[in-house]
């Protein structure tokens, strides 16, 4: 089993709807979950970071955290064109940060 | 305040040849990472860096790989001799120090991307 897995993927959605993507990880003693964004060519960023069970908005972004389900997921609402990228979910044990593969999204204009 | 720099962008050699990468992280990032990325994966960890000790290098591929951070700042990745296999994109992130864990965020660099001939 992988540590960090995403959904396979692409996703793709119309302008301006919600764009919902999901994250399982299997080492229940991670605290820290992150979702970086990478554009085709380039190296990814950090977009959202979350630490606690529950939601944390930032923006158009919200990222929900589930420990007891090991679960974490991003929303992208009223996604635009510059939206169209592969996220990445980023789970952090001790002090390693462990990457699923990534789920690519392109919004349709 | 200036990002993860890299250098080179892009690498093309020869199977058997030697290369080396080179990355200097935000400053004042005490802990420096290096990944490689395969097409279609997430980055995978090789080596971790806190100040210039290596204090993870459990995935680094020692028979040819090879890395250091003297003086706890810039950083070399190296490989010698480079194989097809290797050919990926080389990333180098930064974080405030990890010491005692916490939650520091990791910022990337640009990334080498190595094609190995």
């Known amino acids: 089993q992988k540590e960090v897995e995403q959904n396979s993927g692409p996703l793709s959605v119309p302008e301006g709807a919600i764009a919902s993507l999901n994250c399982t990880y299997s080492d229940r003693g991670s605290q820290s979950f992150f979702w970086y964004r990478q554009y085709s060519g380039k190296s990814p960023e950090l977009i959202m970071s979350i630490y606690s069970n529950g939601d944390k908005e930032d923006g158009r972004f919200t990222a929900q955290l589930n420990k007891a389900s090991q679960y974490v997921s991003l929303l992208i609402r009223d996604s635009q064109p510059s939206d169209s990228a592969t996220y990445l979910c980023a789970v952090k044990g001790d002090y390693k940060l462990s990457f699923g593969a990534g789920t690519t999204v392109t919004v349709r204009a | 305040e200036a990002g993860v720099v890299q250098s080179p962008r892009y690498k093309i050699i020869e199977k058997k040849q030697p290369v080396a990468f080179w990355c200097n992280p935000i400053?004042?990032?005490?802990?420096l990472y290096w990944y490689l990325q395969n097409l279609g994966q997430g980055p995978e960890l090789l080596i971790r860096?806190?100040?210039?000790?290596?204090?993870?290098d459990s995935q680094l591929p020692k028979d040819r790989f090879s890395a250091e951070r003297l003086k706890g700042v810039d950083s070399t990745l190296k490989i010698q001799p480079a194989e097809l296999g290797d050919s990926a994109v080389y990333l180098c992130a930064s974080s405030p120090s990890t010491s005692g864990g916490g939650n520091n965020e990791q910022f990337f660099g640009p990334g080498t991307r190595l094609t190995v001939l």
């Open positions: 860096y806190e100040n210039e000790e290596a204090v993870d």
């Open positions: 400053s004042g990032h005490n802990t």
